[in-house]
C-alpha cells in the first residue's frame, strides 16, 4: 500500500461543478500512482444527501477543502477520510468558539492558533463521518478518536504559510503532498 495523497492547488480554481475536472484530474493521478485499475475508467461524481463528494464502486475516499487561495484534495485506500483547511484571518475566534466547540474543546482554545487547529479538526472529522461540523462526535481534543467502535487519526499540519490544516484518517500512515 502506498502513501495517503494530498493535492494542492494555489490561485486560481472553480469552485461547486465548475471544480469537477481538478478532482477527476487528482482522482486519476492518485489511481496511476497507486495502480488501482477502474473497470470503466472513473465513474462520474456523484454527491450523498448532505452533499459528500464520491464516486460509486471506487476503491477508495477523497475530501476536498478550500479556502482563499487554496484548493486541497486528500485521497486514501484504507478507508474514509476527511480534511479541511483554512486561512488565518481576523476573527471573533473567543466568540466564535464558545458556540461551535463542545466544551471540552472550547477549554482547549487559548489562542487564536488553537482556534483554527479545532475548526479544522471538527470540518475533517464531519467530512469522514459526513455527518458536518455539528455531528454527533466525541470531542476532538487530541490526535486520535474513537467513532462508532473504530480508531480514528487526526493530523494537524499547515499546508501553506497563513493556512492551519486536518487529515482525519483510519490510521496513521505517511501521506505526500502533490501540486496539482
Known sequence: MTADLLFRRTGDFLRGDGGVPLIRRAASVFCQ??????????????????????????????SLSHSGDLWMCLFTETGLCGLDVQEVRPTDWERIAGRAFRPEEHACVLTEEDFFR????????????????????????GGSVTWRGSAWVLTDF???????????????????????
Open 118 to 141: 479545532f475548526w479544522c479538526r471538527r470540518e475533517a472529522f464531519g467530512k469522514l463521518t459526513g455527518e458536518g461540523f455539528f455531528g454527533e462526535f466525541p470531542p476532538l481534543t
Open 158 to 180: 499547515r499546508p501553506a504559510p497563513g493556512f492551519f490544516g486536518c487529515l482525519a484518517r483510519p490510521a496513521d500512515r505517511p501521506w505526500t503532498i502533490r501540486e496539482i
Open 33 to 62: 500512482e497507486t495502480g488501482i485499475r477502474l473497470t470503466g475508467g472513473l465513474p462520474d461524481l456523484r454527491r450523498t444527501e448532505k452533499g459528500k463528494p464520491y464516486f460509486p464502486g471506487a476503491p477508495f475516499d477523497f
